[in-house]
Every structure is written in C-alpha cells, then in structure tokens.
C-alpha cells in the first residue's frame, strides 16, 4: 500500500511542473483529407511502416441523392503520409457496392498493406480483407461469409512468423450462434486454413485480438458466451496449423457481459488480457486477468472502475521487462467525465502505481491506445475535450509515463484552422516518432475529414543501435525514471539492466550525436570525442554467483552538478543541450571482457 501512495503523490508533483515536461513533445504536423466524394470521411486505425511513413485507413461516405435522399453508402478510403507530412498517396475501394466499413490496417515488412474490416453485399455482411503495395497499388481482395448467407465480421489482423496474416472475428452459424474466427492467408491471399469455434454454449462468440507466440502457436481473446447465457471473457490457443489446442470462458457472475479486447505476452508461461467485466450495480469495469499459456487458467484476476458506475473498458496491456503489467483505458468519475487512467500491477496482482489524468478542461478525455517506448516509458495516446457543448473542441492527447508508473509529462494538440481533433488510433515508428489517426471536423461539405498527426519525440529518451548480447546470453535494456533538468540536483535516473552481476562499469557520452560503428565485438553507438562519468559497480546477486541481475544506474541531474565526481561537460547545465549516452561493464569471456549497452538520447530541460 505505501507503494502505491508514493507513487501516486510522484505523479501529482511531476503534474505540476507541467510547463518544462511539455517540451518533451512537438507537434511535427497534422493533416486533414477529404476524399474524391467531399462527404464526411472518419479514420478507424492507422498504422507505421518501415520508412517512418503513417497510413490511416478510413470509413468515407458517398454522396446521397433523391427525395428523400437514399441512406449514404461508404467505401474503404486508405491515406498515407510521409514522415514530413506530404500526401503520397490515397486509394478507395467500394468492396460490394454497399456499405463498407474497416476496422484495422497492419504494415508488413517491406511496405504492403492490409485492411480487415467488414462489408454488405446485398444478402449478407461479409468479412473483408484487402491488401496494397507499398506505393498504394491494389493487390487482391478476400471475403468471407458464414454458412450459406449468414454474416462475418473481421475485427483484427496480424502476422506470423512466416509473413501469413491472421485474421480474427467471427461468423454466423444456424446451429450454434455467431462462431469465434481466426483465418491465415499467405502474402498472395491464398486461404491456408479457417477455424471457427463455438464458445462453449452455442450463444454469440467473437474474437477480437491475437498475439503470435515464438512457438508459433497463436493466443486469441475475446467473448465467449457461457452456459449460464452471458457474455464472457473468452480465450483460446491454436496451433500454427489453425488446430484448436485450448479454449475457456470466463464467467464474472449473473449472467452479465464481460469481454477481453486485447492481450499481450508476459513470458513462456503466461500471458494477460484486459477488457471489462459488468456488475450489476457497477456497470462494466475494467478487467485485467493473466492466464496460463498451455492451460488458459486464470492465475489472478482483478476489476477497476470510476465513480460514475459507467461503461468502463480496459483498452490496453503490456507487460514490461522489469515485471509490471500496464493497464489503460478509461473511467468515469462524478465531477470529471471521462478520465485516462493507468495502473500498473505486478506479476502476482498487486497495485504498483495508478494515475488518473482529467485534462485542462476536466472535461472528457478517453485515452484510445498503450505504446511502449524504446526507453522502457509508456506512452498514452486519446483525445481531450477542451470546451463544453454546445461549442465543443476537442485535441489530440499524449501521455507519457516513466518506468516507476510517474506521468512526466501530457500534452494536447489542436488542429489549425478546425474545431477538434479526435483520434481513435496511434503507433510509434521505427524513428521514434509517435503518429495517429482519426477524424477532424474543417467546416465544410461533408463536415469531416480523415486526420493524421505526428507528433516529435526526440526530446524524451530514445534508445537506439544494438546492445551487444552477452556471454549469459542476456541483451542489456535501457530505462528511466524522472525527468532531465538544468536547475535540479537529482530526479532523473537512467538505468541499464541484464548486466553481469557484480562487476564495474561506467557511461560514457557525447554531445554531437549518435553512431553505430563496431567496437569490441559490439557497437560504438556515440560520436567521439566522448566524455566518462564516475566508475560504478552493477551490483546484484552476491559474487558467488553468475547472473544477470546487474543494474548500471546514474543521476544525470546530480552528476551535471558536480555531485557524481569526475567531471561533468558544463553543457550538461544548459537547457535544450541533446545527449547522446551507452553504458560499458566488464563481460569475463567476451570479447575484450567487455560488455556494451545500446545507446541513449536525451534533452536537458529547464
């Protein structure tokens, strides 16, 4: 409990030096399209390639004629930006002539492009799948639908280790409800194999997220419906093959809804889930379980909600390298509306941190994605409300929480010349950047448009080139907690984990930029000259001992005031100066006896 009340009071005094941890982000551009029709277009997903390039996939209607007007139809519209923010391009597929709606966009390597989602084709809703190249050519459709006519609806894809993409949701059945559906097509669209399954109680069964273990088996989760007619948290283990090898549903009790929309791996023998679980007086809470890999037993189970006793869904899960499982979505509280909330519970089920952010407006402000950084932060990507109705506006938000569970910094971004700008979807790229799609109203015909936005991260830590691996065969991490002043004498600490225990070691910098040039069996990953802090020791198990339970840590801010020893660059004291930063510890038997961490960058603030 003292844990959970220390960091909670962190986060309320890192909330009040907002105005220096808001320089941790730019706002590198946004952009508005309006597709060839100039009726109202709404981005559901997007998703970053290789070469830093955003693709927002998008629901966009058609014009609508008659008296009165027939219902408007919409077709799939797919919009890519490059890192600089130009158009390259944008395509729209009208699937069957009806309505058309996508619900999730993956990049694989090497640039082509897939769109799940799903379509009417005049008898029948049918799940569609599409694919482009990289410069937006289209490749081929496929579509699925349930025995006969019945529906099918794909809700997500994924990839596997051989480049096949997985496809989740569910289709219709005369004799057991709405199957869960998991399908695997290769690259060129050929349908290798299709597994639909019943939940258990020939009720209504859907699966909503997947996850590839390095096995190749592959975790899927969702809702399944149990004897007792509710909906339930529904999981399920397939082999690479589409074999159905384990599945179970969750009862949360009284025949209620409960579900799982997303999951993530914690290791070789478990895996998590979040999504809600409905009481009934409560509404629908968060839910964050974590099961058995080879059994799906649930090992620990635990509920959050607001104080509204409103809807309440988890929207996301990850489980760092340091044995916390993050949890976000969002909750409703008296006073406040929708608030962004994040917990983090160790591996037993125990609270480790919880923040709730209201915005500036303290107003709505649901968050819609969880992103790992390279530094071991997480970051929260929503929108936020900045005015009430009937005059409403609304700005893309940004959270960014350090490995302690403290919020260093949120901030919000408005778009020029239109009144909000609302995302439902977000990624990190390969260069670090944080991008995201949606809808923003422009005022004119048609009333909104697709949105894309990135927003410029290298003012916060961002690890780069490659640790190298060492004779135990652990690969060094980076992490941090607080944040980089000129004016303060500790706070911020960056650490490097999974060295050797027991052994010396020290960081070394530049000021001048990154590199990646080999040395010592690993990689140089900072421009010379460079600079030492003071000789340390990762400390860890005891001598007798050969692990890697190291841990290389330094106060930055203390060591840029002379406190550390050595001799610090005076530069470490001046606000806005960029350093770029690795570790090195000694490796008996390696190479050189020598270990090297990846590098870091980070900024000095005020």
């Known amino acids: 409990m003292n844990a959970v009340r220390l960091a909670s009071l962190s986060v309320f005094a890192v909330a009040l030096g907002a105005a220096p941890c808001a320089a941790q982000s730019t706002l590198a551009w946004s952009r508005l399209h309006d597709a060839a029709a100039g009726q109202a277009d709404y981005g559901r997903a997007c998703a970053a390639d290789e070469q830093d390039n955003l693709l927002v996939v998008a629901k966009s209607y058609n014009p609508t004629f008659g008296v009165p007007p027939m219902p408007p139809t919409a077709d799939i519209e797919l919009v890519k930006w490059s890192p600089a923010g130009v158009k390259l391009w944008s395509v729209r597929r009208d699937v069957f002539g009806n309505d058309d709606t996508p619900l999730d966009v993956l990049c694989a390597p090497g640039g082509d492009v897939y769109v799940c989602g799903y379509g009417w084709n005049g008898n029948s809703v049918q799940i569609v799948l599409l694919k482009y190249d990289a410069n937006g050519a289209f490749q081929w459709q496929r579509s699925h639908q349930g025995p006969g006519t019945l529906s099918a609806f794909g809700r997500g894809v994924a990839l596997d280790g051989a480049g096949n993409v997985l496809l989740c949701g569910h289709e219709s059945s005369l004799a057991s409800g709405s199957n869960a559906l998991v399908q695997c097509y290769s690259p060129a669209g050929v349908l290798l194999w299709s597994t639909g399954f019943d939940g258990g109680a020939n009720g209504d069964d859907s699966c909503y997220a997947l996850s590839v273990l390095p096995s190749g088996e592959i975790l899927g989760c969702g809702q399944f419906t149990g004897v007792s007619g509710g909906a339930n948290v529904g999981v399920v283990r397939l082999s690479s093959s589409g074999q159905v090898l384990a599945q179970r549903n969750d009862d949360g009790g009284g025949a209620l809804s409960d579900g799982a929309a997303v999951l993530c791996r914690i290791d070789a023998q478990r895996f998590a889930v979040a999504g809600w679980r409905t009481g009934a007086s409560s509404g629908e809470d968060w839910l964050v379980a974590v099961h058995d890999v080879q059994t799906l037993a649930p090992l620990w189970t635990r509920t959050f909600g607001g104080t509204s006793n ?160 060492n004779t135990l065969g652990c690969t060094p991490t980076f992490s941090f907690a607080g944040q980089s002043s000129a004016a303060a004498t500790s706070g911020f600490t960056t650490f490097v984990r999974n060295l050797r225990n027991q052994k010396s070691g020290l960081y070394f910098y530049s000021l001048l930029g990154a590199a990646a040039a080999p040395f010592q069996g690993g990689w140089y990953c900072v421009q010379t000259p460079v600079r030492r802090a003071p000789l340390g020791n990762t400390g860890g198990t005891l001598i007798a001992f050969d692990d890697c339970t190291g841990v290389l840590a330094l106060d930055w801010n203390a060591f840029a005031h002379g406190l550390s020893g050595a001799a610090p660059a005076p530069e470490l004291l001046t606000p806005g100066t960029s350093i770029w930063c690795q570790a090195w510890s000694r490796d008996p038997g390696a190479s050189f006896q020598t270990n090297l961490s990846a590098g870091l960058s980070f900024r000095v603030l005020p």
Not at 322 to 343: E, K, Q, Y
Not at 415 to 433: C, N
């Open 310 to 469: 409103a809807g309440e869904r988890a929207r996301g899960v990850h489980a760092d390298a340091r044995g916390a499982l993050w949890v976000m979505g969002p909750a409703t509280n008296v006073g406040s509306g929708i608030d962004t909330h994040v917990r983090r519970y160790d591996f037993v089920g125990n609270v480790l941190s919880f923040d709730g952010w209201n915005g500036a407006a303290g107003l709505d402000d649901p968050p819609f994605k969880l992103l790992a950084g390279s530094a071991g932060q997480l970051y929260v990507a929503g929108y936020s409300q900045l005015g009430a109705s009937p005059t409403s506006t609304y700005a893309m938000s940004v959270l960014s929480y350090d490995e302690t569970g403290a919020r260093n910094w949120a901030a919000t971004y408005t778009t020029p010349g239109a009144s909000d700008a609302r995302i439902f979807e977000a990624a990190l790229t390969p260069q670090g950047a944080l991008v995201a799609g949606g809808y923003s109203s422009d005022g004119a015909v048609g009333g909104f448009d697709v949105l894309g936005m990135r927003v410029d991260l290298a003012a916060s830590p961002q690890a780069y080139c490659t640790a190298k691996v």
